[in-house]
């Protein structure tokens, strides 16, 4: 059940006609005992499925980056070439196809004199 606390919360929260921010309420909680654990979320995007060795190692890099212990979750993004992208917290790690040609033409523009 729940506390005498957290019972009289949500009775001033339904009272005062807020019940609807419980869930940002729990989101901040759930970050705030994030940051006290030590522990960051990242998400994972790939243009295919990534094999759990390789997710292995991309989360023990980004735990070594971070220092915290990595929550990582994986999706599809159809929209990416190849390559993967990450974002934990406001980092964003682009190592997508799509970068690295960007990069390139920046590269061999410069390289030509704009041409």
């Known amino acids: 059940g729940l506390s ?4 009289n919360l949500a009775y001033v929260l339904v009272k005062a006609g ?7 309420m729990a989101e901040a909680y759930n970050a705030f005992a994030d940051d006290r654990l030590g522990i960051v979320h ?9 094999g759990g060795e390789e997710q292995g190692r ?8 971070s220092g915290k ?8 993004d159809p929209q990416l070439l190849g390559g993967l992208v990450i974002r934990m917290g406001d980092k964003v790690f682009d190592a997508s196809v ?9 590269n061999l523009l410069r390289a030509g ?3």
């Open 4 to 7: 005498p606390l957290a019972l």
């Open 42 to 50: 990242a998400r994972l995007s790939s243009a295919v499925p990534i």
């Open 113 to 115: 004199g704009g041409a």
């Open 98 to 106: 799509r970068t690295r040609l960007e990069r390139l033409k920046r």
């Open 58 to 65: 991309v989360e023990q890099w980004l735990e070594e980056y």
């Open 69 to 76: 212990k990595v929550v990582l979750e994986s999706t599809i």
């Open 18 to 24: 807020r019940l609807a921010i419980v869930d940002q």
